[in-house]
């Protein structure tokens, strides 16, 4: 972020003992600090998040793409997911909001990763009101969209009707 190269933590070493992720623990995994991970910068966001990895040398630097804590949190997990997924040789981790397979891919485990379905469950206690929904994200420390898509997928509620 901001020009400094990072590197990732080794998954091996992840120790996280709560249901929530806390900042500091993203932080310590991408190997920046809780304030570059949740800061937005007074510069113009680029188009996408993009993580790129520096050949050889497993450093990466990180351009954010959102601004919001929640978003970048899960920004954040979504490139994690990528780095674990990628091959050795990937030195480009692209976030786009398009519907790909790779995106699908980083977005599932980001919300599995900040918001464990079952500790989902486990906190709603079958309340599954707009009110309760929006208390588990401000809990796991993302948006209530993400705890309705991660609800709807393990088909636990219905997907909200959208009109136009």
């Known amino acids: 972020m901001n020009g400094r190269n990072q590197t990732f933590r080794p998954l091996v070493r992840l120790s996280i ?12 995994i991408l190997a920046v600090t809780s304030a570059e991970l949740l ?3 007074n510069y113009t966001t680029p188009p996408l998040g993009l993580a790129v990895r520096e050949p050889n040398s497993g450093s990466v630097r990180f351009h954010f793409h959102k601004r919001r804590p929640e978003a970048r949190r899960l920004e ?33 485990f980001a919300a599995e990763f900040l918001c464990p379905v079952q500790s989902v469950i486990d906190f709603l206690n079958g309340d599954y009101s707009s009110e309760h929904l929006e208390d588990a994200a401000a809990h796991y420390g993302v948006s209530s969209y993400v705890i309705e898509r991660h609800l709807t997928n393990a088909d636990l509620i219905q997907a909200p009707e959208f009109t136009w």
Do not use: H, M, Y
Request: a neutral charge; proline letters at 4%; glycine letters at 2%.
């Open 17 to 28: 003992s709560s249901d929530r992720i806390e900042d500091r623990d993203i932080a310590g």
């Open 39 to 41: 800061s937005c910068p």
């Open 76 to 108: 954040a997990a979504r490139f994690l997911a990528d780095n674990i997924l990628a091959a050795n040789s990937d030195n480009w981790f692209p976030l786009t909001d398009s519907k790909t397979v790779r995106q699908k891919v980083q977005r599932a």
